[in-house]
């Protein structure tokens, strides 16, 4: 059996549900109603909201807070200081909490540092936001965006190299024996 490690500069509200083998570093707050999965690692000054749900073996570097309306599937990289927001128009002034939108990040997706990721969107399965990116969009399935606004640089096998298609829209990873399609803008997985 894992065991949890939790720091002790940490703080962890009763009610949060934590996974085996999980370790949460530094200065971290896990907030009530939140789940975090097995084998996670949180970084150094991690917030993690109520209702927030991370699946297994997700990583998440220093500096990322997950407000409530994040959603984290399975074997996710969330690189150190990317950006969630939950609601579009934030006013000091106006409580908007019934307004909170939903961002879903799906199994195997990665998100560069300093990324900033606007609520009410997906990111699809093994996606990769490239670093300092600005996703205003729902991202494919192993898609590959950066910029701002993010814009589509290709696509990435699971390894998160680059694909090259043929002629008939058929790739192969660079690792294992996955096969990748290219249908209408969609990339579609495989094995061989």
């Keep these: 059996m894992n065991c949890i490690k939790i720091h002790p500069s940490s703080v962890v509200d009763r009610g949060a549900v934590i996974g085996e083998g999980t ?79 939903k961002t879903l990040v799906k199994t195997g997706a990665s998100i560069g540092a300093n990324a900033v990721i606007v609520c009410g969107h997906e990111i699809g399965r093994y996606a990769l936001i490239g670093a300092g990116a600005v996703v205003t969009r729902s991202i494919k399935d192993f898609e590959l965006v950066a910029g701002n606004p993010a814009r589509h640089m290709g696509w990435v096998d699971r390894a998160g190299n680059k694909l090259l298609f043929d002629k008939k829209g058929q790739a192969r990873s660079s690792v294992g024996r996955m096969k990748y399609l290219l249908i209408d803008d969609t990339v579609e997985e495989y094995e061989d």
């Design 23 to 101: 370790v949460i570093w530094h200065f971290c707050h896990i907030s009530a109603g939140s789940k975090i999965g097995n084998d996670c690692s949180l970084g150094q000054n991690v917030y993690v909201a109520p209702g927030v749900q991370i699946g297994d073996k997700v990583k998440i570097q220093n500096n990322v807070s997950l407000f409530t309306g994040v959603q984290i599937e399975s074997k996710v990289f969330l690189g150190p200081s990317c950006v969630f927001t939950n609601i579009l128009n934030p006013r000091s002034e106006i409580n908007r909490k019934a307004e909170f939108k």
